[in-house]
């Protein structure tokens, strides 16, 4: 799922949780009551939980016992389209979604595969065609990619997954200005496509265009302000553009969501040396190193660190560390 289909199922979620817990405040339900729902795009067993003490008011309804608690379960898809491709194994739509559901868990050769059936059965079949290329992509087959998504686009040039699936993988193969061509041209169809606008800020900062980058990366965080990699990405822009305390901000901002966000923590670092506080730049390098202990980038900036505080001993250990992982690290 992009992260549009994403919004739409979190939201969905919602309004079924609130339903049902007015419901079971409203009849008696315990806790431990659960009910279903299916969600396009939500693996099996995917659950939310919804509680409320004594005194919460929901609308017109006061809980006034003990805390009443829902449980919401998503079955899959799975079952159904296997029996479907059990009575007609040639079931177009059957395969098309056992693709679909493969992609979903990440199996994106096993998704192929089922694409591939698919467009045995209808060669312009132009969601199987962008699929099929979006798993190319997703395994970094990024010629291949576009070979399949030039083929969608050749039956429906106005696709626009198609199209911003395709500036991606131009922007893997270091095509910058091409990327951006088309995700312009998804965005022309929709202006608030968030991967779009994203990734064409990420373009921006490959081509050294950062103000241009955070220009994308704030418009990406309009539509959703807990983007990570927007957040995260903002913040090295601000850090290549000299702007450290701002790179800090963002960067903070990232770590309060994923406090372990490696690059955010490195980015972090890099942003405290450039601003002269050695010390917490340390602090977060050995976050990074925590993490990754390998991090030769990491373990020579830290060695620059202590060498600046005077720490000379632990600037060789960090320097000697680095260059046994890497020996060109200097």
């Not at 939201?11 to 279903?36: D, H, N, R």
């Not at 005194?55 to 079955?75: D, F, Y």
């Not at 979604?97 to 199996?107: A, E, I, R, V």
């Not at 000299?242 to 969501?257: C, H, P, Q, R």
Request: charged share 20%; glycine share 8%.
């Amino acid at each position: 799922m992009n992260k549009k289909q994403e919004r739409i199922v979190r939201i969905a979620l919602a309004a079924f949780l609130v339903a049902m817990f007015c419901y079971q405040v409203a009849y008696g339900y315990t806790i431990g009551q659960s009910g279903t729902m299916n969600v396009p795009g939500m693996p099996n067993g995917t659950w939310a939980t919804i509680t409320a003490p004594p005194g919460t008011k929901i609308g017109n309804i006061t809980i006034t016992n003990e805390s009443v608690s829902s449980r919401l379960t998503l079955p899959s898809s799975g079952s159904t389209v296997n029996n479907s491709l059990a009575i007609d194994p040639k079931d177009k739509d059957a395969l098309y979604s056992k693709g679909t559901d493969l992609f979903k868990l990440g199996n994106y050769t096993g998704a192929i595969l089922y694409y591939d059936k698919t467009l045995a059965i209808d060669p312009k079949d132009v969601h199987a065609l962008t699929d099929k290329g979006v798993s190319l992509l997703k395994l970094g087959n990024y010629t291949g990619a576009i070979k399949y998504l030039d083929r969608a686009l050749a039956i429906n040039p106005k696709h626009e997954n198609a199209l911003s699936d395709k500036g991606s993988a131009l922007n893997s193969l270091g095509n910058y200005t091409g990327a951006i061509k088309y995700y312009d041209m998804a965005l022309a169809i929709d202006p608030k496509d968030e991967d779009a606008l994203y990734d064409k800020g990420l373009a921006l900062d490959n081509l050294g265009n950062h103000t241009g980058a955070i220009e994308y990366f704030d418009k990406a965080l309009a539509l959703d302000p807990y983007d990570v990699e927007a957040l995260n990405n903002k913040g090295a822009a601000l850090n290549s553009l000299g702007n450290y305390t701002g790179a800090v901000e963002f960067y903070d901002k990232t770590l309060a969501i994923d406090p372990k966000h490696i690059t955010a923590l490195d980015g972090k670092g890099l942003a405290l040396y450039r601003l002269g506080n050695y010390t917490d730049a340390i602090l977060y390098y050995n976050k990074v190193l925590a993490i990754d202990p390998s991090d030769e980038n990491t373990l020579f900036n830290k060695a620059l660190a202590l060498d600046d505080l005077g720490n000379y001993t632990g600037a060789l250990i960090s320097l000697d560390k680095a260059l046994v992982i890497d020996p060109r690290c200097s």
